[in-house]
């Protein structure tokens, strides 16, 4: 089956005991997780990570391990992250089995409409697909009232689009940010709080030190020395992750069109159709990433970004904390001006 953006939070907090395979996929990996973990607090199940190039190795293994009873005797989800067509044969298997214990959560990027394992997901009524992107505007507002309101937090369109402009969007970053807002409100589901913009001053999610989305853009542009000063401002507790996904975000931008100008398109033309999707400030850059990158530059590129994200998130699952990794993606984001720098 396929879930609608006015059904999936429904479909994850009061999830359907007969479906038995998630996938959540989609640029925006922020919001997948936090659909999984919506649906793991809900069910309610702990998480038994799976490793995708094991399973391609036995696709047996899924449907054998989803069909096995827990050996502590509370209930259990098994997580694939990252997960792509190579797991499809283990998910048929699944999908076949005469009946499972365990639902499964695939989380996956951005997949093509072609793909094996998102025409199982949509084709089976045992299963659920929703594509994650990254929230905008109103909805970007919507995402983090919703989020709110889930730890007892009434905040009003202004201050939610504060905390949604001061995360980047980052529905993860959101959820820590308002996690620590309803401690110092005393807030909680059952005696919810009105968030004042007090409150968020003296603990939001300000990111007065640097504006991470600029990190990557500056990256991109090769403004080496604008770079390295922005990083050396940054505190060291500064959470990473979403510094990747700005870079990401960019990318996403960036690569379809450029593919369009080596197929014979004119820049300018790219530019004028990208009119409507580009906030009028990004214009200007936009139209020098797209001159100063080639498809194959950016390719490298956003292959890096997601190497480097999913390490880090293994990282924080081997550990069970949130760490500061900022440095190692520092590192990345200077190669990556360096690189640009030799383009110009």
Request: charge should be negative.
């Amino acid at each position: 089956m396929k879930a609608s953006k006015q059904s999936i939070g429904r479909a994850v907090d009061q999830p359907n005991p007969d479906v038995r395979f998630y996938l959540f996929h989609g640029p925006d990996d922020a919001q997948s997780r936090s659909l999984g973990a919506r649906l793991l607090e809900a069910l309610p199940a702990s998480k038994f990570i799976a490793a995708a190039a094991a399973l391609k190795a036995d696709p047996a293994a899924l449907a054998d391990e989803a069909g096995a009873m827990s050996l502590f005797g509370g209930k259990r989800a098994i997580w694939i992250e990252p997960a792509g067509d190579e797991i499809a044969p283990a998910v048929e298997a699944l999908l076949e089995a005469n009946g499972v214990e365990s639902p499964v959560v695939a989380i996956a990027g951005a997949l093509r409409k072609t793909s094996a394992l998102l025409k199982l997901a949509e084709g089976s009524e045992l299963a659920m697909a929703f594509a994650s992107y990254v929230p905008e505007g109103a909805d970007a507002q919507r995402m983090v009232v919703e989020a709110g309101r889930r730890v007892g937090l009434k905040i009003d369109t202004a201050l939610a689009a504060r905390i949604a402009q001061s995360c980047g969007n980052d529905q993860a970053l959101v959820a820590q940010e308002l996690e620590k807002l309803a401690l110092y409100a005393d807030s909680s589901p059952q005696s919810p709080k009105t968030l004042d913009p007090d409150a968020l001053d003296a603990v939001g999610a300000e990111l007065v030190e640097g504006d991470l989305p600029r990190l990557a853009d500056l990256a991109l542009a090769g403004e080496l020395a604008e770079l390295a000063d922005e990083l050396a401002r940054l505190p060291a507790a500064v959470e990473a992750i979403p510094v990747v996904r700005a870079l990401q975000r960019r990318l996403l931008t960036l690569a379809p069109a450029r593919a369009r100008i080596e197929l014979g398109e004119r820049h300018d033309a790219v530019m004028t159709s990208l009119d409507r999707s580009l906030f009028w400030k990004d214009k200007p850059l936009v139209a020098k990433l797209l001159r100063t990158w080639d498809a194959k530059g950016l390719a490298t590129v956003a292959e890096r970004a997601g190497r480097l994200e999913r390490d880090m998130m293994r990282e924080l699952d081997r550990t069970a904390a949130r760490m500061p990794q900022i440095e190692a993606v520092g590192e990345e984001l200077l190669s990556i001006a360096r690189a640009a720098r030799g383009r110009r």
